[in-house]
């Protein structure tokens, strides 16, 4: 374990120094900045416009602009995953930066443990200081906070995490470009799966339905982001909760217990995927 | 004492490609031997293998005793790729941090000072990765392979990048290491390197060793050389015993003798020859 701390802190320090860190640091603060202004307007709009007494505006245009921004950091989170993993293996071997860390006693699985607990730890930690930050921006503007805010952070971290651990077994297999095309393809995917569940819930197509059903099991980060926004509004009631549990964009969707169970299950199936091709791998 | 290395019968197959084709080696504690062959004769492969980073498709190979790829083997060994890359954003001292703590190492400071003066880097601790030269980054290689002080040092052509100081620097460390009683196995396509320090050589070509010995063992008698009023005349079928007969024979016939020099083939015609003939 000691070896994978080891690693873990070479991995935090590497992503620290490398410029796809500043990128990602760069684009945050520009969306931070224009979700802000963002927030600012649409209260203001929201406040001069006559309010429908059965319809909260203010968390109707809370929900939606926060939900907004979860997807943002979703996809900012991804991008930092998959640029801090896709080459951990055999981009790394390609290299020859891996070889005089494989040949120390430290093993494979200590290696790949720890270049997992070191992007996952970056990935988490960037998600929920976005994510906060946009909590408190959407707060601070419109005095609107989310039902279970610690909920909705929590399915967002995930989601990146399962990201990371996904695009660290793909290097193992893919080089550096083909594992990143790979994984974005991935999430474009589940992106677009979880859509046309939406569109097959609203509209009772069954095949629709199965399809995001499967894609929910096989790509679980789609059905935590869906989880997490709907940790938004999860206590809202009445008309307004009815029309937001419609978006605010893919849809949310109320997560069972047996979400987080799998979450962890597949993390632990990639972690047993990659332990066996990573021990037959040729470097 | 168990060898450094023992490969027994090893073999690695890539599909219907033979990348090693029965290959038995023994490498002494202490030894210095030197890995030479054409480029895909199987040496970096052989290296990889004893390093754990490939596995062999038939045969045995152990360092130390212990099977290549355990814990164990992996402790004995410091290793640089011939293709290697440090991380750039690493200072040299940061670097070698880092290996003493996977290594296990508990030679703090002490040592990471130790190595860099070693390799001639001792002004360089805070130099980046990125700021290095190639040559500078592959001593920084070799002081990175010497963390923790194997007792096998696998060196896959160490000197490629160096210049001729470089190369000196690199050659007085073999040397070095050599009476500390760490073991070397230097692949390289630098033949005079490999002739000038090497206590043995074995020739690879397509995954078999076709020549081994000593670098004196592989050099081949070619006669000799007589320099006399009359210019310089070569005897290419004499040996060394017949040296006097020979010189006899001329001051006989009214030569006047400058000099005697008995010819031998190098390293490079003693490789050319293993390697023309497989």
């Known amino acids: 374990m000691s070896s994978a701390l080891i690693v873990a802190r070479y991995a935090l320090r590497e992503a620290v120094r490398r410029r796809v860190i500043l990128v990602v640091l760069f684009l945050t603060v520009c969306f931070l900045a224009l979700y802000g202004l963002g927030c600012v307007v649409t209260f203001n709009e929201v406040e001069s416009l ?11 245009a809370g929900s939606t602009l926060l939900g907004l921004s979860m997807f943002t950091i979703l996809f900012l989170g991804a991008v930092l995953a998959v640029f801090l993993t896709l080459g951990a293996v ?9 070889q005089p860390l494989v040949v120390r006693p430290l093993g494979r699985t200590s290696l790949l443990l720890g270049r997992f607990a070191g992007a996952a730890a970056v990935c988490a930690l960037y998600v929920v200081l976005v994510y ?69 819930d609203a509209l009772a197509v069954e095949t629709l339905q199965d399809v995001a059903k499967v894609s929910s099991w096989v790509l679980p980060f789609e059905a935590l982001y869906q989880a997490g926004l709907h940790g938004l509004t999860a206590d809202t009631s009445g008309i307004t909760g009815v029309i937001v549990q419609l978006g605010p964009f893919g849809g949310a969707q109320k997560a069972s217990g047996l979400l987080w169970v799998w979450t962890v299950a597949y993390l632990a199936l990639i972690a047993a995927a990659a332990r066996l091709a990573f021990a037959r791998r040729d470097l | 004492m ?15 490609t033979v990348a ?31 390093c754990g980073l490939v596995r062999a498709s038939g045969g045995q190979a152990q360092v130390e005793g212990a099977p290549t790829g355990s814990a164990e083997a992996r402790s004995a060994i410091g290793y640089l ?34 190595l860099l003066e070693l390799v001639g880097l001792a002004e360089a601790t805070n130099t980046k990765v990125a700021a290095m030269s190639k040559g500078m980054q592959q001593r920084l290689g070799i002081a990175q392979a010497l963390v923790g002080s194997p007792r096998l040092l696998m060196l896959d052509e160490p000197t490629s990048a160096l210049d001729p100081v470089g190369r000196r620097v690199v050659r007085d460390l073999l040397r070095d290491l050599r009476g500390r009683g760490i073991a070397v196995v230097l692949s390289s396509h630098l033949l005079s390197e490999v002739e000038l320090v090497c206590d043995r050589v074995a020739i690879l070509v397509s995954g078999r060793i076709v020549a081994r010995g000593t670098p004196l063992e592989l050099a081949r008698p070619r006669g000799v050389e007589i320099e006399t009023a009359g210019g310089v005349r070569t005897f290419p079928e004499a040996a060394r015993e017949e040296v006097p007969r020979i010189v006899a024979d001329l001051v006989a016939a009214g030569e006047r003798v400058y000099s005697v020099r008995l010819l031998a083939s190098t390293l490079e015609d003693a490789y050319l020859e293993a390697v023309g003939a497989a």
């Not at chain 1, 790394?92 to 891996?98: C, H, Q, S, V, Y």
């Not at chain 2, 168990?2 to 219907?16: I, M, N, T, V, W």
Request: hydrophobic share 50%; charged share 20%; net charge negative.
């Open chain 1, 50 to 60: 006559a309010a429908d007494d059965q319809i909260d505006d203010r968390v109707l």
């Open chain 1, 90 to 98: 055999r981009g790394d071997a390609e290299r020859g930066l891996l």
């Open chain 1, 132 to 200: 906060a930050a946009a909590v408190l921006i959407t707060g601070l503007a419109g005095e609107w906070w989310p039902d279970q805010g610690a909920r909705a952070g929590l399915g967002l971290v995930l989601a990146v995490v399962v990201i990371a651990a996904m695009s660290l077994l793909g290097s193992i297999f893919l080089s550096s470009t083909a594992n990143g095309i790979a994984v974005f393809m991935l999430f474009g995917a589940g992106l677009a799966a979880g859509l046309l569940g939406q569109i097959g």
């Open chain 2, 2 to 16: 168990p060898a450094a290395l023992r490969c027994e019968s090893l073999e690695k197959r890539y599909g219907a």
């Open chain 2, 20 to 50: 090693l084709g029965g290959v038995d080696l023994e490498v002494a504690p202490g030894e210095l031997l030197g890995l030479l062959g054409p480029n895909g004769a199987g040496k970096s492969t052989l290296t990889k293998i004893a």
């Open chain 2, 81 to 114: 790729a011939e293709l290697f890359r440090l991380p750039d954003w690493l200072t040299a001292d940061e670097l070698l941090a880092l290996h003493q703590e996977l290594a296990g190492s508990e030679g703090g400071a002490a040592e990471r000072g130790e």
